[in-house]
């Protein structure tokens, strides 16, 4: 793995027909940090997101990686994690072989593959179910699978789209305990429409409405501008006049 990597995204926009989806965001993340993406569906966020990690071509700007464009990277593929929003896996490999195909498709050798996909599984709970089919796997279990296998081959930024849907509360517990484990390692920025989720897990929150980034800041910050007591659904509804639906 890089050292955590600094992302820049300058003046990053993106139409679709009439509708301005991006509109002209600029945002800083910093090396290590794990930034929020809250806001409401429909927001912008998985638009942008992406874009960031290059499966979106932007109409104006661009995303840069320590100062680099994606493609200036000599493989590229390899510097980012993408775990989506819909889960994707193959529901008749068993979790370690999709983990280690996984891993060999970003050209691990097969026995790195191996030793990371067994070390994953067990930091997410997965240990007992290597062997099993996904197909067999409850959703929750198909979710941690997913968030591993976008780290089987140790990118240096990793995406995760919305990483809680769906999850019973053990599992949140869960996820969120490995996601903080993440800052500093690597460079992280996960969507949400949860304010706990967003409050729990982010170093800073990004608060975006109608493709529009409206500010920027700690958790702590962002509740303090407004007085004491204050929640992050209290400052959502300042900036933008709406509840913000979960």
């Known amino acids: 793995m890089l050292n955590p990597i600094k992302i820049e995204a300058i003046n990053l926009t993106k139409r679709f027909g009439e509708l301005m989806a991006v509109d002209h965001i600029n945002l800083e993340v910093n090396p290590g940090e794990i930034l929020g993406f809250l806001g409401p569906n429909g927001a912008g966020k998985t638009t942008a997101i992406r874009m960031f990690c290059g499966l979106l071509k932007p109409d104006e700007g661009v995303v840069l990686y320590n100062s680099q464009s994606?493609?200036?990277f000599p493989d590229g593929k390899s510097l980012l994690g993408v775990c989506p929003q819909e889960n994707v896996h193959?529901?008749?490999?068993?979790?370690?072989?999709?983990?280690?195909?996984?891993?060999?498709?970003?050209?691990?050798p097969r026995k790195l593959a191996k030793s990371?996909?067994?070390?994953l599984l067990e930091q997410l709970g997965l240990s007992s179910q290597a062997g099993k089919q996904a197909r067999r796997l409850s959703g929750g279990m198909k979710r941690r699978?997913?968030?591993?296998?976008?780290?089987?081959?140790?990118?240096?930024?990793?995406?995760?789209?919305?990483?809680?849907?769906?999850?019973d509360p053990q599992s949140r517990?869960?996820?969120?305990?490995?996601?903080?484990?993440?800052?500093?390692?690597?460079?992280?920025?996960?969507?949400?429409?949860n304010m706990d989720e967003a409050d729990r897990l982010s170093d800073r929150v990004a608060i975006i409405d109608e493709?529009?980034?409206?500010?920027?800041?700690?958790?702590?910050?962002?509740?303090?501008?407004?007085?004491?007591?204050?929640?992050?659904e209290d400052v959502f509804i300042q900036l933008t006049g709406k509840k913000l639906r979960t």
Not at 116 to 119: F, G, K
Not at 179 to 184: D, K, R, W
Not at 218 to 225: A, I, R, V
């Open 145 to 167: 699978l997913n968030i591993a296998l976008a780290l089987v081959h140790d990118p240096a930024v990793l995406f995760l789209d919305e990483p809680e849907a769906g999850l």
């Open 211 to 232: 493709g529009k980034i409206l500010r920027v800041d700690t958790p702590e910050n962002l509740k303090h501008s407004i007085g004491t007591n204050s929640t992050l």
């Open 90 to 108: 193959w529901e008749r490999l068993t979790c370690k072989e999709q983990m280690v195909f996984t891993g060999e498709m970003y050209n691990l």
């Open 173 to 193: 517990v869960l996820m969120r305990e490995f996601i903080t484990g993440l800052a500093g390692s690597r460079t992280v920025i996960l969507t949400t429409h």
């Open 70 to 72: 994606l493609h200036q």
């Open 116 to 119: 990371r996909s067994l070390d």
